[in-house]
Nanobody, 124 residues
Framework: QAQLVESGGGLVQAGGSLRLSCAAS????????KGWFRQAPGKEREFVAA????????FYADSVKGRFTISRDNAKNMVYLQMNTLKPEDTAVYYC?????????????????WGQGTQVTVSS
């Protein structure tokens, strides 16, 4: 009923850019907060960014603030993560997720639906 599919991951050199996309299907997402999380090997999943239904309210982890931009296109059921000035520390599997709450949260347990993830590797 609820499906999320990420794309756009790959290998990039430090300082480069990458744009991740997440295609969402289902009829319960139009008013939902959407977010991006990431998980590096051997590390716990961490919050990256989130936005409200209209995309006019956003929140970013300190580690990516000023470099990453989250946006969404509700007409296309898409959410994006533009990643600039990438660092090796950004290497991780990136996941998009949907919260059932209209309020932005950084806690992954509050996000109900998840994609399978897309690998981002930043070389030094």
């Amino acid at each position: 009923q609820a499906q999320l599919v990420e794309s756009g991951g790959g290998l990039v050199q430090a300082g480069g850019s990458l744009r991740l996309s997440c295609a969402a299907s289902g009829r319960t997402f139009s008013s939902s907060v959407k977010g991006w999380f990431r998980q590096a090997p051997g590390k716990e999943r961490e919050f990256v960014a989130a936005c409200n239904w209209s995309g006019d309210s956003t929140f970013y982890a300190d580690s990516v603030k000023g470099r990453f931009t989250i946006s969404r296109d509700n007409a296309k059921n898409m959410v994006y993560l533009q990643m600039n000035t990438l660092k090796p520390e950004d290497t991780a599997v990136y996941y998009c997720a949907v919260s059932s709450s209209p309020f932005i949260t950084i806690h992954d347990r509050e996000y109900r639906y998840w994609g399978q993830g897309t690998q981002v590797t930043v070389s030094s």
